[in-house]
C-alpha cells in the first residue's frame, strides 16, 4: 500500500480517539433551508445526547432558525432591512432544498415526519436545548440583514462574530450545514 493511502487510513482511524478526547462539536448553520437544518439539529441533538460539547452557530439565512415565529412581516430600519425581514419568517417559512414546490414541500415533509414518528424540527431544536446544545447568532449577518437580538428566540445564548466563535469552537470538529 503505498505511503500517502496508509498515512490517510492511519489519520481516520485515529480519529474517532480524537473526538473521544475532544467530545466538542460545533456546527456552522449557514443555510436556512428545512431539510439542512434537520440534519443540522440532528447532530447536534445526537452528538449532545452522547456526551458531546455542542454549539450551533447560525449565519446568514440559517439565522432564520432563530428568529421568532411571527410571520413574514416587513419590520426593520430601512428599505433593504425590512425586504430581508420579510423573506425570512421565521422556523414555519423555511423552504426545502430542493423540489420547495411554492413552500408546500416543507409542510409534507413534516406531515410525513409526524406520521412516521421522525422528531419535527421544532421538536429536534427543543431536544437540543434540553439536552444543554448552545445556539449563537453571527453578529455581522445581524447587521447585514438588519436584525436585532429581539427578533431571536430567548434561547439564543449570545451574539457573536467569528473570531468569538473560532475560539468557543477551538479543540473540537467543525461542521458547516
Not at 86 to 92: M, R
Amino acid at each position: 500500500m503505498p505511503d500517502a493511502i496508509k498515512k490517510d487510513f492511519d489519520s481516520i482511524a485515529d480519529r474517532p480517539k480524537l473526538l473521544e478526547e475532544n467530545k466538542r462539536l460545533s456546527i456552522v448553520c449557514f443555510s436556512g433551508d428545512f431539510d439542512r437544518l434537520v440534519a443540522a439539529f440532528t447532530l447536534a441533538s445526537g452528538a449532545a445526547a452522547v456526551g458531546y460539547e455542542v454549539s450551533v452557530f447560525c449565519t446568514f439565512w440559517g439565522l432564520n432558525i432563530l428568529r421568532k415565529s411571527r410571520g413574514r412581516l416587513p419590520i426593520g430600519k430601512g428599505l433593504l432591512a425590512r425586504f430581508f425581514n420579510f423573506l425570512q419568517g421565521g422556523s414555519n417559512h423555511l423552504p426545502l432544498s430542493r423540489l420547495n414546490f411554492l413552500g408546500v414541500s416543507p409542510k409534507l415533509m413534516t406531515y410525513m415526519m409526524k406520521k412516521r414518528n421522525v422528531a419535527t424540527l421544532p421538536e429536534l431544536v427543543d431536544a437540543a436545548l434540553a439536552l444543554g446544545v448552545r445556539l449563537y447568532a453571527c453578529e455581522m449577518s445581524m447587521t447585514i440583514l438588519g436584525t436585532t437580538k429581539e427578533d431571536f428566540i430567548p434561547e439564543v445564548r449570545e451574539v457573536i462574530g467569528v473570531a468569538k466563535f473560532l475560539d468557543y469552537s477551538s479543540g473540537g470538529e467543525r461542521i458547516f450545514i
